[in-house]
């Protein structure tokens, strides 16, 4: 069972949506918030904001998501877990391209990492998206 104590800081990273429910803005729309968080210390490395219409983060986005959590740590996780329900083929292409093991699992294995996450952005943002 995967657990933030089976994990050296650094070793591997998680990337998740954040969000329930898309971020509504009045000029661009909805957006989904991809998280990028280290799954030993559970700290947030990078966000990425999707839209809704774009299922996933386009490659530029991608790299600056791995880029950002890489300037956090000085270096790169050996392992990136992904949900199996999150549409990120781009990013997962961008992780194998940099020497990272990507693993797909039910999301449900990841909810003891990223649950507490989830909770403070629904309590930050209202839990009913922005307007």
């Known amino acids: 069972m995967l657990h933030p104590r089976t994990f050296q800081v650094n070793e591997a990273w998680i990337v998740f949506k954040l969000n329930e429910i898309p971020i509504t803005t009045e000029a661009d729309g ?5 998280a990028l968080m280290d ?4 700290f947030i490395l990078g966000t990425g904001f999707v839209p809704v219409a774009a299922a996933e983060l ?7 998501l791995l880029n950002s959590g890489k300037a956090r740590k000085q270096e790169l996780p050996k392992t990136l877990y992904v949900p ?6 781009v990013l997962c292409t961008e ?9 797909r699992v039910p999301e449900r294995q990841l909810l003891v990492f990223i649950g ?3 909770e403070g952005f629904k309590a930050h943002i209202g839990g009913s998206g922005l307007q």
Do not use: H, Q
């Open 30 to 34: 909805g957006f989904n918030v991809i």
């Open 39 to 42: 799954a030993a210390s559970c």
């Open 58 to 64: 386009p490659e530029m986005e991608a790299k600056r």
């Open 84 to 89: 199996e329900n999150l549409i990120a083929d």
């Open 95 to 103: 992780a194998e391209r940099n020497g990272i093991t990507v693993i």
């Open 116 to 118: 507490e996450a989830r």
